[in-house]
């Protein structure tokens, strides 16, 4: 047991071959030959693996241990790419979860840009979402699948893939790595199958859901996009499950989208809704039902605006 003036921190960036440049590596080295306390341990973005097993969320590092197992972080270099700005923000928010300081604070002030941020936070926020597993390097995205037992057929799709694109329902292990085989570019987060009827496009506007699309693949797509060929058709959102439209309020919340798609999907076989995403730009004037969308959109703006010239009328009143 350390004594109370020792720490464990993990110093987080990006790999970088550049001597001249700051990394993890070169940044643990100074510090350790410091007359400190304090232990410092060098991670990268790139070797962490994201799991969440239908009730714990996890993110291991390259020796396969937990990082809430330090008392403090300390992220560099995660605005290079989109990406990193993405895992940046998914572990700061597990470290807000999980009460472990971070430095710099910024990191947590991203924009979620991918669905690996969105399904971390999703789960850190009470939202029903189906496992997943999740890392840049292919090796140990490859293995976290085998050991979450996420059994087949599963979801692969790229973590920054939109309209059904690079999403593939993989049958068996050899599927699965000849698709990331063949795609090394893409950047894949793997999710258990959900057997469905369609899924559903809940639009929340404004703190509330304002309308909702059920959406169903035609032949044997597993894919329910209108923009793969699905149809769609407007449910009452008051058919909906509670549950299903109070989650949606909350991501959208967190995620500070005060206009967007929630995508969520129901279990044809236990009725239990699930997370998918959030879309930024869920194609209100474009796709399908656009007359309504685009009228939902019109409504929503207009009392927007009225609603925050009446608070700026009454405090200068007050």
């Known amino acids: 047991m350390k004594n109370h003036t020792e720490h ?5 960036s990006r790999k970088d071959s550049r001597k001249t440049h700051d ?41 396969g241990q937990g990082i809430c197992r ?31 300081p971070y430095l710099n604070t910024e990191a947590g002030r991203n924009r979620s840009n991918a ?12 939202v029903q979402t189906t496992p997943f597993v999740f890392a840049i390097d ?20 790229s973590i920054r ?21 063949k795609s090394p570019d893409v950047l894949f987060m793997a999710q258990t199958f959900v057997p469905n009827d369609g899924d559903y496009r809940l639009l929340v506007m404004n703190g509330e859901v304002g309308m909702a699309l059920h959406r169903k693949a035609v032949s044997d797509s597993h894919l329910n996009n209108t923009s793969k060929g699905a149809t769609a058709k407007i449910v009452p959102v008051d058919e909906l499950p509670v549950a299903m439209k109070q989650q949606s ?43 309504e969308k685009i009228a939902l959109l019109d409504q929503t703006l207009s009392n927007w605006v009225t609603e925050h010239h009446a608070r700026t009328d009454a405090k200068h009143t007050a």
């Open 249 to 291: 309020v909350t991501i959208a919340k967190v995620l500070h989208r005060e206009i967007t798609g929630i995508d969520m999907i129901v279990h044809k076989g236990t009725g239990e809704h699930y997370f998918l995403e959030a879309n930024n730009m869920p194609q209100l004037s474009t796709g399908s039902k656009v007359p």
């Open 23 to 63: 990394t993890s590596t070169s940044t643990v080295a100074a510090l350790r030959e410091a007359a400190t306390t304090t232990d410092y341990e060098s991670l990268f973005f790139e070797d962490l693996l994201f799991a969440f097993d239908g009730q714990k969320l996890s993110i291991t590092d390259s020796s």
């Open 138 to 157: 292919r090796e140990r995205f490859l293995q976290g699948i085998d050991d979450a037992n996420l059994g087949y057929p599963l979801i692969i799709k």
């Open 115 to 126: 669905k690996v941020s969105q399904c971390v936070m999703a789960v850190l926020n009470d």
């Open 161 to 181: 893939g939109s309209r059904g694109n690079d999403n593939y329902l993989v049958h068996n292990r050899q599927e699965l790595h000849t698709i990331v085989t």
């Open 70 to 100: 330090f008392d403090g972080f300390f992220l560099m270099g995660w605005f290079k790419t989109k990406t990193l700005d993405d895992i940046a923000l998914a572990v700061t928010a597990y470290a807000t979860k999980n009460n472990i």
């Open 8 to 12: 464990h921190i993990a110093i987080i």
